[in-house]
């Protein structure tokens, strides 16, 4: 009954500042979920909620059938704006840490065999990202986009069961912004990742998610801005043009991800 | 006009190069110098015999008796056996405070349970001024060694771990988050995320804290020792033997410089990453 990830009656409250309220949220294995909304709409603490950075102050969130422990872990990994890459560590430096975490505990070093098998991995994931030539560079040398493509290696490496994007294409030239929307696509398609997007771009949000969710608030009252927070106000599930209409329909049509990818088009908006 | 209009350089948009910036850099040194000397001469045209601006000459004999010649009664070479015995303390005392900078400072700034049960302490105990608590050291250390590393500790110690434990806690969110979800232990964490980013800011503390250490160990010299730099000019000041004191407090300003010039070179060869935006 239950689907991958379930978001049953979450509220996040800061002090009397109610941000999200009821939310309810089923989200299936390998979707791609876009969420929009304005500013201070809580896009950012529902991702935060689902990353464990933050617990929400009331409901359950479950990863297959499982309660998520409101703590960062390799279960979900995560891409923000900024920040997401250690300056002090090379390009293979950054990408091999999530692997020496795992394997060494006391030191987070690898060495001998184990660090040329984790190396290996770590060249291979830099490769499906484009930055195959760039290991020894570090971070502050390389463009934002290299950097957020790293960022991606570094996360993609672990193979987290969720990838958690927090405006990951926010600060990009929009050349750039283009080639990671290719890159990303390409990506959730090759190791079928279920990806959780907070973007302000609704372009963006219609062209790479496979489902869209618009967070506002749903009652406001102007004495009290603070009293209701949002809730998701709109879910559309998007399918390609070639299934039939009644495909549209279904939350998340997965069936069609072996299709080609290159474009997803809206077939239908429809406020449920 | 418009000649004269592009050869005005703005002075915050001049770009000095390397040989310019030493000659330049060498200029008021020098005028110190000859203005010294102007005086120097002036004095002594009145008073064959001033001892308060010694000519170069009158400097130069006084110190070669200490550099050169074995004291009689200790058979030291006073001059080095004074530079030892002061870096030797400060060395000791820079090597103490900053590792606790280090150790305090990154478990401080990093773990909000430990900041929030000692970072009041250490607040305090900065704030306290250290030469207020000499006499509480040398009552409970005794005149010895203990006493004066534990002046330059306490003097500086304090200001370095509040220093790198501010800086910790400014790591952006994100990287913290990152590293979690890369899973990273707490310990994990501090070892390869927080520990190589707060190095470079380390190196930068104890520049910083250079000056203030040498001035404990020279007030520490100055009240009770019998060997050290700060020991020798307080001891000499009783003959207003300047022709010591000037060559001493000039040695003590080139090991400063020196120390400073190394850590600064040390800190770009070993934490290129940190320096390179700036380059």
């Known amino acids: 009954m239950s689907s991958f990830l379930s978001l049953r009656d979450v509220w996040v409250e800061y002090g009397d500042k109610i941000v999200l309220e009821r939310v309810n949220l089923e989200i299936d294995e390998g979707a791609f979920v876009s969420i929009i909304g304005p500013s201070g709409a809580g896009k950012s603490s529902l991702l935060r909620v689902v990353l464990g950075q933050d617990a929400p102050s009331r409901g359950r969130i479950e990863l297959d059938g499982m309660p998520l422990e409101p703590q960062c872990d390799s279960n979900r990994g995560v891409v923000f704006q900024r920040y997401s890459v250690f300056p002090h560590m090379t390009v293979l430096e950054n990408t091999l840490f999530g692997l020496e975490c795992a394997q060494a505990p006391f030191t987070a070093r690898l060495f001998g065999a184990a660090r040329r098998a984790a190396v290996a991995e770590a060249k291979d994931m830099l490769h499906a990202v484009g930055l195959g030539d760039n290991g020894s560079l570090y971070p502050a040398q390389m463009s934002g986009g290299m950097q957020q493509r790293l960022a991606l290696a570094q996360a993609l490496v672990k193979r987290p069961r969720i990838l958690l994007l927090d405006e990951p294409f926010g600060a990009l030239d929009p050349g750039i912004r283009s080639d990671m929307h290719r890159l990303i696509t390409d990506l959730w398609n090759a190791y079928s990742l279920t990806v959780i997007m907070v973007t302000h771009d609704i372009g963006e949000a219609f062209s790479l998610g496979n489902r869209v969710l618009t967070l506002d608030k749903l009652r406001h009252d102007p004495h009290a801005p603070n009293r209701y927070g949002a809730s998701v106000v709109y879910d559309l599930p998007l399918t390609r043009k070639d299934p039939p209409r009644g495909a549209a329909e279904l939350p998340a049509a997965r069936s069609t991800r072996k299709g080609k990818n290159n474009s997803i088009t809206i077939d239908k908006i429809d406020n449920t | ?279």
């Not at chain 2, 008073?47 to 170069?56: S, T, V």
């Not at chain 2, 006084?62 to 030892?84: C, H, I, K, N």
């Not at chain 2, 104890?206 to 010299?221: N, Q, T």
């Open chain 2, 1 to 279: 006009m418009q000649d004269r209009g592009r050869s005005v350089v703005r002075w915050v948009d001049r770009r000095i190069g390397r040989t310019n910036g030493l000659l330049m850099g060498a200029v008021p040194i020098l005028l110190l110098v000859l203005l010294y000397l102007f005086f120097a001469a002036e004095r002594h045209a009145i008073n064959p015999a001033d001892k308060i601006l010694p000519l170069p000459g009158a400097m130069v004999d006084a110190m070669r008796a200490l550099v050169l010649e074995r004291d009689p009664l200790s058979g030291r070479y006073l001059f080095w056996a004074d530079t030892l015995a002061s870096l030797q303390r400060l060395g000791l005392g820079l090597a103490i405070s900053t590792a606790s900078a280090l150790l305090v400072g990154l478990v401080l700034g990093l773990l909000p349970p430990v900041r929030a049960t000692f970072g009041m302490l250490v607040t305090g105990i900065a704030v306290i001024p250290p030469i207020a608590l000499l006499p509480i050291l040398f009552i409970a250390f005794g005149l010895g060694e203990t006493a004066k590393v534990a002046l330059i500790v306490i003097g500086i110690a304090p200001f370095m771990i509040r220093d790198i434990a501010a800086h910790t806690a400014e790591l952006p969110r994100e990287q913290i988050v990152k590293a979690q979800t890369l899973g990273a232990s707490t310990w994990q964490l501090m070892l390869r995320v927080v520990l190589p980013q707060a190095m470079p800011r380390l190196f930068q503390a104890v520049r910083l804290a250079l000056g203030p250490a040498w001035v404990f160990l020279i007030s520490a010299e100055a009240i009770a020792a019998d060997i050290g730099l700060g020991y020798r000019i307080f001891l000499v000041r009783r003959y207003l033997a300047m022709d010591v004191i000037l060559p001493y407090v000039a040695w003590i300003a080139i090991l400063a410089a020196l120390t400073d010039i190394l850590l600064a070179w040390s800190s770009r060869r070993l934490f290129g990453w940190a320096h390179r935006s700036a380059a």
